[in-house]
């Protein structure tokens, strides 16, 4: 099993930026994709950012294409999403996940990945 916790959360006037950090224990994810999904209130759970195993390929969704960026370090077994010009519309808590199956792409779908934090709050004031 692994756990994950995320971090960096917090309060920015727009254009502001922030930067997320999950850490894993329990286990190793340097074998697994990894992902950053995030949900506002009354809205489904949306993929923001994701990165493979060997960080090879990222992928973004298109709202935050060039303003967000994700990243990992394996040895430290974390994964980071750094938030540039942020806009009210990215208010939402942000969960960090990791690939139910190892040596994959990149998944766009929250049922692909087994382990989820349990959230930071982003809030981004107008």
């Known amino acids: 099993q692994v756990q994950l916790a995320e971090s960096g959360g917090g309060f920015v006037q727009t254009g502001g930026s922030l930067r997320l950090s999950c850490s894993a224990s329990?286990?190793?994810?340097?074998?697994?994709?990894m992902a950053w999904f995030r949900q506002a209130p009354g809205t489904e759970r949306e993929f923001v950012a994701g990165?493979?195993?060997?960080?090879?390929?990222?992928a973004y969704a298109d709202p935050v294409k060039g303003r967000f960026t994700i990243s990992r370090d394996n040895a430290k077994n974390t994964v980071w999403l750094q938030m540039n010009s942020l806009k009210p519309d990215d208010t939402a808590i942000y969960y960090c996940?990791?690939?139910?199956?190892?040596?994959?792409?990149?998944?766009?779908?929250?049922?692909?990945?087994?382990?989820w934090g349990h959230g930071a709050q982003v809030t981004v004031s107008s």
């Open positions: 990165i493979t195993y060997s960080s090879s390929i990222t």
């Open positions: 329990g286990r190793s994810i340097g074998d697994y994709g």
């Open positions: 996940a990791a690939d139910r199956n190892s040596n994959r792409g990149v998944w766009r779908i929250w049922t692909e990945y087994a382990y």
